[in-house]
C-alpha cells in the first residue's frame, strides 16, 4: 500500500510540473521575424567617396586649419628648407667619402695608352729636301694590391677628438718681501715681456737694509766680546776658589755658579744667538730687495714703475712659466675607456700620447703632447671629464704653442685587436667613427636620421 501510494504521489508531481514548464513557454503571441533591408550602405550622407582627393585621410595637417597663409608658409618651407637638404648632402657626402677611404684595399688597375707621330727633315741635293715620318703608338696596363704585412689594415688605433683651450702650468703674482722705492725694473717685466730665469726683474732701494746689516754685524761683535770678558772673570774665578779650598778636592772642584759667573755667561750666549740671528734676518732682507725669476716665462700685466713705493705683499706683476703649458679637454665618460689617464684609470706608467693642432699666425702647427691627469671632480654642468694634456716647451718653436689658445686636441687610443677593424675615417665636425664595416654603416644610418630628425623638429 506504502509503495503504491508514493507511486501516485511522484506521478502527480511530474503532472504539475508539465503543465507549469508548459504555461511559461506559451507567454505572449508567436514571434515572426520582420521583413527589413539591412544592407550596409555604399556611401554615407555628407561625405566624399573613398577614392577622391577631397577625402580627410588625403588631406595635409595644416588644410584643416583655416588660417590665412599658413599654405603658403608650409610650401615655402618644403621648397626652400636648405638645411634639410644640406643635411642629406652631407649624409651622401660622407658615404662617399667612406668608399673612397676604402678603395686602397681592393687591388688597383691602371692603362695608359700613347700615340705619336714625329716628322724628321732629311737634307738632300742643293735645291732638293725629303723628310721622314714615324708613327709610335704604345699601351701599357699595371696591376697592383699593397699587401697587410705590418698590420696596417687589420689593427689600428681609435683616435678621441676634443678641443680646449691652452693655459700655463704655473702662473703666479709677482709681490715684494720687504718696503722701499722702486730704483730699477727690467725691460722685459712688461705686458708680454719675455724673461729667463735668474734674471733680476725689480730692484727695491737697498740703502735701509744695508744700514740694518751694519748695526746688526756690530751688535753680533758686542755681544761677542760681552760673552769673551764673562768668560775670562769666570776663569779667573774659579781659580782663585780653587786655590783658596784646595785642602778640600771635593769642594775644591764645585765652586758656586755665582762665583763664577754661570748665570751671566749662559745669558751672554743668548744675546750672542740673537745678535747673529738679527744678522741673518738683516742679510736676508739686504738680498730680498732684488726680485729674480725662478723659471724662463713671460708678463701678462706689470703694475710696478721707478721710483714707486712698494710694499710687502703688493702685486707687481703676473707672469707664468713657459717650461710647459696644459689643455683641458672635457670628453665623455664612455670615451675615458678608450684611453690610459693616471690616477683615473686602471694601469701604470705614462698616460696616453696626443697630438695638438691649431693655426697661428697663418700655419697650421702640430704639438706632441702626453695625457698627464684629470681634474679633481667632474663637471656638474655638463657631466664631462676634464682631461689634461701637457705639452713641454711650447715657446722653443715659432709661432708658439701660446697661452689662451683654441686648439684641437686628438688622442691616441687602444689598438683595436686584429680582425675586427677594417679602417677607420672620420667626418670634419661629427664624431669619429671606428667599427666593422656593418657597424660602420648603421652608425652612419643612425648618425644621418638622427640629423634629419633634429633639423625637422627645429623647422616644424
Known amino acids: 500500500m506504502l509503495k503504491h501510494y508514493l507511486f501516485r504521489l511522484a506521478m502527480l508531481c511530474l503532472c504539475v510540473a508539465g503543465a507549469v514548464l508548459w504555461g511559461c513557454m506559451r507567454v505572449g503571441p508567436r514571434f515572426s521575424r520582420p ?9 554615407y550622407k555628407n561625405t566624399a567617396p573613398a577614392n577622391s582627393k577631397h577625402s580627410l585621410s588625403n588631406l595635409c595637417w595644416w588644410e584643416l586649419f583655416p588660417l590665412a597663409g599658413l599654405e603658403e608658409i608650409i610650401r615655402e618651407v618644403r621648397t626652400r628648407n636648405w638645411d634639410i637638404k644640406e643635411a642629406a648632402q652631407k649624409v651622401l ?25 714625329q716628322k724628321s727633315p732629311i737634307t738632300g741635293p742643293p735645291g732638293k729636301s725629303f723628310s721622314t715620318k714615324t708613327d709610335t703608338f704604345m699601351l701599357s696596363a699595371a696591376a697592383s694590391y699593397e699587401l697587410d704585412s705590418w698590420g696596417r689594415v687589420a689593427e689600428q ?15 703666479i703674482d709677482l709681490v715684494p718681501e720687504v718696503a722701499g722705492k722702486v730704483i730699477y725694473v727690467s725691460p722685459s717685466l712688461l705686458n708680454g715681456g719675455q724673461f729667463k730665469a735668474g734674471e733680476t726683474l725689480v730692484k727695491i732701494d737697498p740703502v735701509d737694509y744695508e744700514l740694518a746689516v751694519i748695526l746688526a754685524r ?96 703688493q702685486v707687481l706683476a703676473k707672469v707664468y712659466s713657459t717650461e710647459a703649458v696644459e689643455i683641458s679637454v672635457p670628453l665623455q665618460k ?45 663637471d656638474e654642468h655638463t657631466r664631462m671629464v676634464n682631461v689634461i694634456v701637457r705639452v713641454d716647451r711650447p715657446y722653443q718653436r715659432r709661432p708658439p704653442l701660446a697661452v689662451g689658445l683654441f686648439v684641437d686636441v686628438d ?3 687602444r689598438a683595436w685587436s686584429k680582425g675586427r677593424v677594417r679602417r677607420k675615417w672620420w667626418q670634419p665636425g661629427a664624431d669619429l667613427y671606428t667599427a666593422t664595416r656593418r657597424e660602420a654603416q648603421k652608425n652612419q644610418r643612425n648618425k644621418a636620421s638622427e640629423a634629419l630628425e633634429a633639423k625637422g623638429r627645429s623647422h616644424s
Do not use: C
Open 411 to 413: 688622442i691616441q687610443g
Open 218 to 313: 756690530a751688535r753680533v761683535r758686542e755681544a761677542q766680546s760681552t760673552l769673551e770678558l764673562l768668560e775670562e772673570e769666570s776663569s779667573q774665578a774659579r781659580t782663585e776658589w780653587e786655590m783658596n779650598h784646595s785642602a778640600d778636592p771635593v769642594l775644591a772642584k764645585n765652586p758656586p755658579p755665582l762665583l763664577v759667573k754661570g748665570p751671566q755667561i749662559a745669558a751672554a750666549r743668548a744675546q750672542l744667538e740673537a745678535a747673529r740671528a738679527d744678522l741673518r734676518r738683516a742679510l736676508l732682507n739686504l738680498k730680498r730687495t732684488e726680485i729674480v725669476s725662478l723659471f724662463d716665462g713671460r708678463v701678462i700685466t706689470a703694475k710696478v714703475g721707478i721710483g714707486q713705493y712698494v710694499k710687502p705683499g
Open 35 to 43: 521583413d527589413i533591408d539591412l544592407r550596409v550602405p555604399s556611401t
Open 334 to 378: 664612455s670615451d675615458i675607456a678608450w684611453f690610459h689617464v693616471p690616477g683615473l684609470t686602471p694601469g701604470r706608467g705614462l698616460g696616453a700620447k696626443a697630438l695638438v693642432r691649431a693655426k697661428f699666425a697663418g700655419k697650421e702647427m702640430v704639438w706632441e703632447g702626453r695625457v698627464l691627469r684629470s681634474e679633481g671632480k667632474i
Open 157 to 171: 688605433r681609435l683616435v678621441i677628438k676634443g678641443q680646449g683651450a691652452v693655459r700655463p702650468v704655473r702662473e
Open 93 to 117: 657626402g660622407a658615404r662617399f667619402r667612406l668608399r673612397q677611404a676604402r678603395a686602397d684595399l681592393f687591388p688597383q688597375i691602371s692603362i695608359d695608352a700613347k700615340a705619336q707621330r
